[in-house]
Each structure stands twice: as structure tokens, then as C-alpha cells.
């Protein structure tokens, strides 16, 4: 027994030594791993933030007017666009817009969005490129028609009478409306409307009834832009789209003379419809999405004002209005 005992070696010093070295690199591995997939989740989940924040500033600026992103002195517009992304601490974001393209005019500007972050000691970041278009800016506004409604325009057939008949059209017609030569745009209501060769039209058809003749009529409307007046020369300046300026002839908008007022009956809308004649609002309960409501005394000064204007046909049908008017807004 004591044989035995004597046979049987315990840990040396060299042992204990090897395996605390072995635990020591094998702790380190473990640790370095762990910290290269730490590291490597953490700059995947702040790269995706950082992304995610780049294409917010992105959006933004696409919904900014070209000319207040191109003015080098003036750089608010661009700071809201970030200051709207809600940039959380730790990330900042830095907006490049490049010069003008070459050929004399200033239509496109290249936009480059970086978004940088702390990951330990080093700054990362992430980088888009975008390109900024300068916009079509269309006045007087372009009617918006609501479901229940079609465009119409009227054929002259006798030009020494002026006599002719009405006939379904579509928003994209080119001489649907021209404001500038006193020819306002037009659309019906869908109730009570006959088209020749059809008892009636719906929403579902009325795009194949174009160019067709008007057998009986729905109410008819007219289309009046948001615009501003000036009451002592009765000249008007057309709003673009629900702002309260107007465009100027390199086409960027520009601020609307204070001499000029826009009625407060517009509000939020570019525009609105009303009817040519007294109609009841169930002559119109085909209209969905859009109020329809008796016209209201600053509409109908709105009205004629824009009537008698250089833009309007004159005070035929649009003098002495009344609420028995239908008016239709729709956004």
C-alpha cells in the first residue's frame, strides 16, 4: 500500500503553471470573440440607425422646395430637414449640396447625406446620394376632382352663336381648361349624367366615355384656384397650391405683394368648385370624399371677383350669386 501511494505523482508547480496559462489564452479567446461579435452587432445595429436616419433626412429634403436647398448663405431649410429625422445623441448628419449642372441653367443639384456615430474610440459613417430636381411649379392650380365627378369641357359647333354642346374629357386634356384666355375648367356631378349611347356613367366607366356628347346633364361646376386680389386694380395673382405665394418667372415662389389679400374661404384648399347654377345638394349626392355645402358669401364675392378679373368670362352666370350655389372642396 504505501508502495502505491509513493507511485502516485500530485501537481507539480510546472502543471499548475501550463494550465493557468492554457485557462489564460483560452479566457482571452473567449473575451476577444466575444468582444469582435459585440463590436460587430453593435456597429450593424447603429449602421442600420444611422441608414435609417440618412434616408428620414432624405425624405425630407424631397419634400423641400428646390430653391430654399440651392442658397449656400442660407442653410435653415437643410437644418430642419435634419432637426425633423429626430437624430438620437450620438449621431450627427452633415448635408453636401453640389453646384448647379453645366449648360447655364439651374435645374438638378446632386445632394449627398452623411450620418456619423461613435463606435469605441472611431467615428463611422454612412453615406447616400440623392438628387434634387427643381420643380414644375403649375398655376393657376390644377383642379383636383373628387369621386362622383367627371371633367367636361364645351365643343363650339356654330362659332357665330357660340352654340355647341358639352362632352366628357379627361384631368390630362391639354385645352380642358387655360386660364390665361378666360376659359375655366369644368366638371359635372355623375347623378343624372347621360352620355350618348349609355343611360349612365360611373366612376367605373366614365374613363372610357371620353370624347363622348353630354345627353342630359349632371350639376355642372366650375373650378376656382386659390388666388389673391387686389380690390383697387382687380388684378390677381394665382396661389401655388395651398401656400400663400405665388411663382415668379424663373418659376421659384416668391411672396405675394401685401397690397394683394386671399380670401380666408380658401383656407387649406388650392381651390374649389362651384356650381354655375342653384342646385340641391341631392343633385350631387354622387360626390364622395369632398364637402358639399351651400355656397357662403365670401365664396361668392371669390367668385366674382375672379370672374370679372383678366382670368374670368365676366359677370354672365357668376353676378348676384346666391347660397342656392353648390360648393364642392376636396383636398
Do not use: H
Amino acid at each position: 500500500m504505501k508502495d502505491f501511494l509513493q507511485s502516485q505523482k500530485g501537481y507539480t508547480g510546472i502543471d499548475l503553471a501550463v494550465a493557468i496559462v492554457i485557462l489564460s489564452i483560452f479566457t482571452f479567446l473567449i473575451s476577444t470573440i466575444f468582444v469582435n461579435i459585440y463590436t460587430q452587432y453593435t456597429d450593424a445595429s447603429r449602421s442600420a440607425a444611422a441608414t435609417a436616419y440618412a434616408t428620414a433626412i432624405a425624405e425630407n429634403l424631397d419634400k423641400t422646395y428646390y430653391q430654399y436647398l440651392i442658397d449656400p448663405n442660407d442653410t435653415s431649410a437643410i437644418d430642419a430637414a435634419i432637426s425633423a429625422a429626430n437624430l438620437t445623441s450620438g449621431y450627427t448628419a452633415q448635408v453636401n449640396i453640389g453646384n448647379a449642372n453645366s449648360g447655364g441653367k439651374d435645374l438638378i443639384r446632386n445632394i449627398q447625406i452623411s450620418v456619423s456615430y461613435k463606435l469605441g474610440n472611431n467615428t463611422k459613417s454612412i453615406t447616400i446620394n440623392r438628387t434634387k430636381s427643381k420643380e414644375i411649379l403649375i398655376i393657376p392650380n390644377k383642379p383636383k376632382v373628387p369621386s362622383g365627378m367627371v371633367p367636361v369641357k364645351y365643343v363650339i359647333t356654330d362659332y357665330i352663336s357660340e352654340t355647341g354642346y358639352w362632352q366628357i374629357t379627361t384631368e390630362e386634356d391639354t385645352t380642358w381648361y387655360n386660364y390665361e384666355n378666360k376659359t375655366w375648367a369644368y366638371a359635372m356631378a355623375l347623378d343624372g349624367l347621360e352620355i350618348e349611347g349609355y343611360d349612365t356613367i360611373t366612376d367605373s366607366n366614365k374613363s372610357q366615355m371620353t370624347g363622348k356628347r353630354v345627353i342630359e346633364q349632371g350639376v355642372l361646376f366650375a373650378w376656382i384656384p386659390k388666388y389673391a386680389y387686389n380690390s383697387s386694380t382687380t388684378d390677381v395673382k394665382f396661389s401655388y397650391s395651398t401656400t400663400e405665394k405665388t411663382v415668379d418667372s424663373n418659376g421659384y415662389l416668391e411672396n405675394i405683394n401685401n397690397t394683394y389679400s386671399i380670401n380666408s374661404c380658401f383656407g387649406e384648399y388650392s381651390g374649389f368648385w362651384i356650381s354655375k347654377a342653384d342646385a340641391n345638394s341631392s343633385e350631387a349626392s354622387s360626390i364622395e370624399g369632398a364637402t358639399v355645402n351651400a355656397m357662403t358669401n365670401a365664396e361668392g364675392t371669390t367668385v366674382t371677383n375672379l370672374a370679372t378679373s383678366s382670368y374670368g368670362p365676366g359677370t354672365s352666370s357668376w353676378s348676384g350669386l346666391t347660397n342656392g350655389r353648390l360648393v364642392v372642396k376636396y383636398k
